[in-house]
């Protein structure tokens, strides 16, 4: 899983440093010579994309994803733990459903043809983006799921990791 971390955050640091240079670069050229990239926004856009649904996997990891825990402070450890098992299995089907449809959206979509209009890329790619990041989420999300049912000493993995 170290492999699947530093992917993760390799995608996501260098989607982030692309679309920071891309935008600064297009802002410059803007306000110097009154013209940018065509593509710039664009590409700014996809990588953005990127960059939310591959990284929805680390903000799983970490613990950082917003999620409504109060109740879940109010709990006994036992009931607790029981109700984690329920809330990461019910994401884990979900993401899996997601994965499913956006891939199935991708296929339809690659049979159409469609491209952006600057990057002249295949939309089913950037659909293709949302069904690996949900995957991910999957892997993730199945993690939580057996760490809590195992019961471990740290209760997840963003908490095992440090």
């Known amino acids: 899983?170290?492999?699947?971390?530093?992917?993760?955050?390799?995608?996501?640091?260098?989607?982030?440093?692309?679309?920071?240079?891309?935008?600064?670069?297009?802002?410059?050229?803007?306000?110097?010579?009154?013209?940018?990239?065509?593509?710039?926004?664009?590409?700014?856009?996809?990588?953005?994309?990127?960059?939310?649904?591959?990284?929805l996997g680390i903000g799983i990891r970490d613990k950082q994803i917003i999620r409504m825990d109060f109740l879940l402070q109010l709990m006994k450890d036992n009931f607790r733990r029981k109700a984690e098992v329920v809330v990461?299995?019910?994401?884990?089907?979900?993401?899996?459903?997601?994965?499913?449809i956006s891939f199935q959206f991708a296929m339809q979509t690659k049979s159409y043809g469609q491209i952006s209009s600057a990057l002249q890329l295949p939309?089913?790619?950037?659909?293709?983006?949302?069904?690996?990041g949900s995957f991910l989420s999957a892997i993730r999300y199945f993690q939580e799921l057996i760490f809590h049912i195992k019961g471990s000493e740290a209760n997840s993995i963003g908490e095992a990791k440090k």
Do not use: H, Q
């Not at 990461?88 to 499913?100: C, R």
């Not at 939309?123 to 690996?132: A, G, P, S």
């Open 88 to 100: 990461n299995l019910v994401a884990f089907v979900f993401s899996i459903w997601l994965a499913g």
């Open 123 to 132: 939309f089913y790619v950037l659909y293709l983006v949302i069904c690996t």
């Open 1 to 55: 899983m170290k492999l699947l971390d530093k992917l993760e955050e390799f995608i996501c640091s260098i989607g982030l440093l692309s679309a920071t240079i891309i935008l600064f670069i297009n802002i410059f050229l803007r306000y110097i010579f009154s013209k940018g990239f065509p593509w710039a926004e664009e590409s700014v856009r996809y990588l953005i994309l990127v960059v939310t649904f591959i990284g």
